[in-house]
């Protein structure tokens, strides 16, 4: 799928913004703090519903106004699809498709396949586990719609059983309730950690792959899902941690507390790979999500590179825009500097400046 143009109002610091974007590469530059990462942000809130900066809605909206629009006009497998966005202060978004109206927002998933790498995206190897979750859970929620549904309702599960633990302690009778939030727990919690534990199992080949490719040979990469609790398991470790769950007032046993392994020459690097060992396995999962999108669903999904390239070497940079065939990408930098270096092919070049984007008339083919 590729990206037609994109129309924003009152969006972060545009008031008023219309660009149109080329089937390959399309390059924004312009100095820090001029609007570069919004642009690929309101792309990337058209694919998810969600920001990867925030969570909170308003902070999209321009200051000093109430609401803010994002209309995306896409192409996918030949249908031309628009997606209109209406974000609203204190009341949910509301989005339509091709001028149909969503009866939720998560219906939105699915439509718009966007990847996006940021320098953050580094977080997902060295953060907490938390991370490598929503890592997981973006892309499985991207390819498989149930998925997503089984999520939200496994999160009110938790939520509903670690607010019932706390007030059993005053109320004694609420026990009982217990076993309903339980029974529920396990039919979403079965279906996520099945989903998961396949999702590792298809990614964890094309990210080896991947990883030796651009790291010349040297690095051996793997990935292994780490479920807190076996699926046949869950039932019996539930139950058998139910007084420990009401000492401490929460659920101990679930998918909520799954991690995903990431080890390099068998070493474990969430905890000690080097910085670049990091930045190299962080940029080995996106590109690999990219061939497992392109596989699941035959889509090539928009690539999306926020400030990424300055940060890898040139081995890796070249690397990097080697394996994107066929995909439409837009990156977004500081100068144009390292892609003359580099001998890549630019269709597309827009200057972002203070909240307005011009096209720079003659693209630099070399
Ligand atoms: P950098 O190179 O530093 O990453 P950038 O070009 O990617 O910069 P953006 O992150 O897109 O910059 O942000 C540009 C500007 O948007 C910032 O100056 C910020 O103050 C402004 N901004 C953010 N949110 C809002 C908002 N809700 N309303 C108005 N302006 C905003
Ligand atoms: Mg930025």
Redesign the pocket.
Known sequence: MYIKSLELDN???YKELKMEFDKNTNILY??????????L?SIYVCGTTKSHRTNKDK?????ETDESHIRLNIDKDSVAYKIDMHIKKNKPKGIAVNGVPLKKASDLYGIVNCIFFSPEDLYIIKSGPAERRKYIDIIISQLDKLYLDDLINYNRVIDNRNKLLKDIQFDYSLRETLDVWDMQLCEYGKRIIEKRDEFIKKIRPIAVEIHSRITGGDEKLDIEYEPNVEKINIEEDLFLNRERDLVNKTTSVGPHRDDMLLTINDVDIRKFGSQGQQRTSALTLKLSEIELVKKSINTMPVLLL??VLSELDSKRQTALLESMDNIQMII?C?GLDEFVKNRFNLDKIYK?EA?SVTEESSPVHV
């Open positions: 969006y972060r610091n312009g100095d820090n703090a001029q609007g570069k990462t919004n642009i942000e902070e999209l909206i321009s200051f926020d400030d977004t500081t972002v909240g």
